[in-house]
């Protein structure tokens, strides 16, 4: 059985506070464009009563939709709803579907909702202007009478499969609450926050179908600020045209530099590709404090 480790909420020192209050003002490095996995991945879409699941190879592309209620996306590696009526993501889970990148072993909710802050005025007419589902890669868009929310996910085990993308006059406030069980903590090895379970990974000789590496995330922010941050929930401003992913796996602890203050195909130039350093696992991780 995997190992446990300590959650008790303590105090912090003046130098993981200074930690905290530095990662709230940088700019964390970016997603990677595709995630990993070992056993591949496919995301099958349910908008208005109908799902869509191309065949291996081909795509489908959609356009101009009016949504009529939330939109499931289910994957192999990874699923979540989006719901029309907040631009917000809920229930981002990780299925834990047998794979040698997987991080966890059962499905786990990581995150419990991604949700902009939005005035009633700025989700009038909301639409789907496009989507776009081919094997393990989607692409959906929202657009209202004031502006846009771009999706973009990857049905992998872990690195960076998922992104929000909004693109309204001013600024916009996105809130992540974490799923049952996790939390954020200072990692001891690279001083930034990362954000897991406390489990620590499982071998296949200790475990043969119980393996799983340890669950390691991370926040991706592009021209986003952090202003919030406690155990579960953190907050950003993101700028128009910048964005807010997450990252799974070694690719949330590498000694990486941040990400440039970009807004427009920024993604290719940004990307690390594996080639920093990955440090330890963290020891015994604590929660932030609330």
């Not at 990993?36 to 291996?56: E, F, Q, R």
């Not at 992998?156 to 609450?177: K, R």
């Not at 499982?202 to 340890?214: D, E, F, L, N």
């Not at 203050?261 to 290719?268: D, K, L």
Request: hydrophobic fraction near 35%; charged fraction near 15%.
């Amino acid at each position: 059985m995997p190992q446990i480790r300590s959650i008790a909420r303590v105090g912090r020192t003046a130098l993981v506070l200074a930690a905290v209050v530095a990662g709230s003002l940088a700019v964390a490095a970016p997603a990677h464009a595709s995630g990993k996995t070992s056993n591949g991945g496919d995301y099958a879409v349910t908008l208005n009563g109908t799902t869509y699941n191309p065949a291996a190879g081909k795509d489908v592309k959609l356009k101009d939709i009016t949504p009529k209620g939330v939109v499931t996306v289910r994957g192999i590696n990874n699923g979540f709803d989006l719901d029309p009526a907040t631009l917000g993501v809920y229930n981002y889970t990780l299925t834990g579907a047998p794979d040698t990148q997987r991080v966890v072993a059962k499905p786990t909710v990581i995150f419990a909702s991604k949700v902009p802050t939005l005035t009633s005025a700025q989700l009038v007419g909301v639409k789907i202007k496009e989507l776009e589902i081919k094997d393990d890669t989607l692409v959906l868009t929202f657009t209202s009478t004031a502006g846009k929310m771009k999706f973009q996910a990857k049905d992998g085990a872990q690195g960076g499969i998922f992104q929000m993308e909004p693109e309204f006059v001013g600024s916009v406030e996105l809130t992540h609450t974490l799923g049952a069980g996790l939390f954020y903590f200072i990692n001891s090895f690279t001083g930034k926050v990362n954000f897991g379970d406390g489990i620590d990974g499982v071998t296949a000789a200790q475990s043969p179908t119980g393996y799983h590496q340890m669950l390691l995330g991370k926040d991706s922010p592009q021209v986003a600020t952090k202003t919030f941050q406690s155990g579960s929930v953190t907050k950003w401003i993101v700028t128009s045209g910048g964005r807010l992913g997450g990252v799974l796996g070694e690719d949330a602890t590498e000694l990486s530099q941040g990400a440039t203050n970009c807004t427009s195909q920024c993604q290719a130039q940004n990307q690390i590709h594996g080639s920093i350093p990955v440090p330890p696992e963290p020891v015994d991780p604590t929660p932030i404090d609330d």
